[in-house]
């Protein structure tokens, strides 16, 4: 006999393969041998094809929402608050006066 599941266990399921998904697209977790072996064969190639490689390899994560594809020039911005940006412009004036100092006293030895 045949029971019919409850759409309320469906939809819990649901939401919890596509958490594990998540989890495992960002790369909190592993993929397993099982799973690349599904993978591969939905695609129709070899495990070792779509397995990362152990090299070293540059990942640039953009929090932003602008894309990782760029050519030349990465421009990138941050909000600094107003203070913190003057308590280094006064310290950078303080380095300044530093060194013209030591140059001073350089040039009288």
Same mark, same amino acid.
């Given at each position: 006999?045949?029971?019919?599941?409850?759409?309320?266990?469906?939809?819990?399921?649901?939401?919890?393969?596509?958490?594990?998904?998540?989890?495992?697209?960002?790369?909190?977790?592993?993929?397993?041998? $099982?799973?690349? !072996?599904?993978?591969? /064969?939905? &695609?129709?190639?070899?495990?070792?094809?779509? *397995? +990362?490689?152990?090299?070293?390899?540059?990942?640039?994560?953009?929090?932003?929402?602008?894309?990782?594809?760029?050519?030349?020039?990465?421009?990138?911005?941050? $909000?600094?608050? !107003?203070?913190?940006? /003057?308590? &280094?412009?006064?310290?950078?004036?303080?380095? *300044? +006066?530093?060194?013209?100092?030591?140059?001073?006293?350089?040039?009288?030895?």
């Amino acid at each position: 006999m045949f029971v019919e599941t409850p759409a309320i266990f469906k939809t819990s399921i649901a939401k919890s393969e596509q958490l594990l998904y998540q989890r495992k697209e960002k790369g909190e977790m592993g993929i397993t041998e $099982n799973e690349w !072996e599904r993978i591969a /064969k939905l &695609l129709e190639i070899d495990v070792e094809e779509i *397995k +990362e490689n152990s090299e070293t390899s540059n990942v640039m994560n953009n929090f932003d929402n602008s894309s990782g594809n760029y050519i030349g020039n990465n421009n990138n911005y941050c $909000n600094i608050p !107003e203070f913190v940006l /003057k308590d &280094l412009q006064d310290y950078i004036a303080l380095l *300044k +006066e530093e060194n013209q100092r030591l140059k001073e006293e350089l040039k009288s030895k």
